[in-house]
């Protein structure tokens, strides 16, 4: 792990780089000298040639790992980032909508995010979809619906930090409540999948015969002229009067769904907490109808670790939420790639694959950490080495039993 100085150290040789990029020749050995001092891990064989061509120096500034690789980074282990910020923006009067999928994170078969933004009474028009929906606050405060097969409905009103969870097929809504509506994160159990594709009422019943809605429905043929001519998807409304007037509205208690569909998770406890941060683990064993979706929200005080591990149940997505963070993932056989992170980015972690998530900021690092599974579940590279005859790893590992003693035998999750 990386000391505070090493830190600075690594930040001044970056602002250094970007300076010898300018064209100055003459800072250029001062330059290589510094990042070497930051790669002391694993000291390379080599000075580094410099960069004296065109460079998007934004780029490069944000991304300082993926420009100028620690000595261990080697191969290819396809893409693992990506940005909210770099993805196509659909808007309209209600809000607008952003997509990072399998189409931007090749890899990414297991799951597909959405970060939404709904004005003061914007709808997200009612809809399904073929996949499960799982969502967190980020601002403000929204109304969703949902209706269960059975009939029932779960009416509720979410703030920042609460979750919801939608089971495919199920139809919703979700509306801005609020002096300035909300903004959330939409996660998706399927890598394919695009917000573009979702079964929308306004284009169902575009797509019947008029005779066949007047049958179904019993209303007469002025009344369906009346019925919007494209896709409403998302748009501009009234805020809704209270949730106990919507409550009432539907029929009251015996209507409503006895299955709660939203979790306040910031009201829970944290699930580990220690002097680097802590974790919420939030999967079907606390918020039950969260069936295919399990997740972490992770926060790393400055210089704290998310400690080296793995996932047994398939790929990891992740969502940066705060501060700015350093992850390396490891590909079997030998491929290794370190990049970094800010707010609003996507992270994503390939099946298996062994990674660490350091805070590289001077503020909290916050991060979710989403599994397609019922189960949250990781193995630590210190709980195993330390679950096993010492002489065992002191053989692999070509150090002393004694030595093998120092790593901690906890799983500590957060390393500080
Ligand atoms: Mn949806
Ligand atoms: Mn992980």
């Known amino acids: 792990m990386k000391n505070q100085n090493d830190d600075q150290g690594f930040r ?19 330059a290589l000298g510094s990042i070497a001092a930051a790669q002391s891990a694993t000291p390379q064989t080599f000075k580094r040639v410099s960069d004296p061509g065109q460079n998007n120096i934004p780029l490069l500034k944000e991304n300082p790992s993926s420009n100028n690789p620690p000595a261990t ?5 396809g893409a693992i ?8 923006r659909r808007q309209t009067a209600g809000g607008w909508t952003h997509q990072v999928t399998q189409r931007e994170l090749p890899n990414s078969t297991d799951v597909a995010g959405v970060n939404m933004r709904l004005a003061a009474g914007g709808f997200r028009e009612l809809h399904w979809h073929t996949a499960a929906e799982w969502a967190m606050m980020l601002y403000g405060s929204a109304r969703i619906s949902v209706l269960r097969p059975d009939g029932s409905v779960f009416l509720d009103d979410v703030k920042r930090g609460d979750l919801w969870y939608f089971p495919p097929g199920f139809p919703h809504s979700i509306q801005g409540l609020g002096k300035d509506g909300c903004e959330f994160l939409l996660v998706f159990d399927q890598g394919k999948f695009s917000e573009e594709d979702t079964f929308l009422l306004s284009d ?10 007047q049958k179904n429905m019993k209303l007469d043929a002025q009344t369906l002229s009346r019925f919007p001519k494209d896709d409403l998807y998302i748009f501009a409304a009234p805020e809704p009067g209270s949730l106990a007037a919507d409550k009432a509205s539907v029929g009251g208690e015996s209507s409503l769904s006895t299955t709660r569909f939203s979790f306040p998770l910031m009201e829970m406890e944290p699930t580990i907490s220690g002097p680097g941060g802590n974790v919420r683990i939030v999967d079907s064993r606390n918020f039950p109808p969260s069936t295919t979706i399990a997740a972490a929200l992770v926060t790393l005080h400055p210089g704290a670790m998310r400690e080296l591990h793995w996932h047994p149940t398939g790929s990891e997505w992740q969502f940066y939420l705060e501060g700015q963070a350093r992850m390396t993932v490891f590909v079997s056989p030998s491929n290794a790639r370190t ?10 972690v390939p099946s298996m694959a062994g990674h660490y998530i350091e805070n590289t900021g001077d ?10 599974t019922n189960q949250y579940a990781d193995f630590s590279l210190n709980n195993w080495l330390r679950h096993l005859p010492p002489e065992m790893v002191a053989a692999h590992l070509n150090i002393t ?10 799983k500590l999750v957060v390393i500080s």
């Open 73 to 77: 980074d080697h191969g290819d282990t």
């Open 363 to 372: 503020t909290d690092l916050v991060f979710l950490e989403i599994l397609r």
């Open 339 to 348: 990049m970094d992170f800010h707010p609003n980015d996507v992270g994503f």
């Open 12 to 30: 001044a040789s970056l602002t250094r780089r970007n300076f010898v990029a300018g064209g100055s020749a003459g800072l250029a050995a001062a």
């Open 401 to 410: 039993p004694a030595a093998i003693k120092q790593i901690p035998s906890k």
């Open 204 to 213: 169902w019943v575009r797509h019947t015969p008029p005779d066949v809605l």
């Open 81 to 88: 980032w990506y940005s909210f910020d770099l993805a196509h």
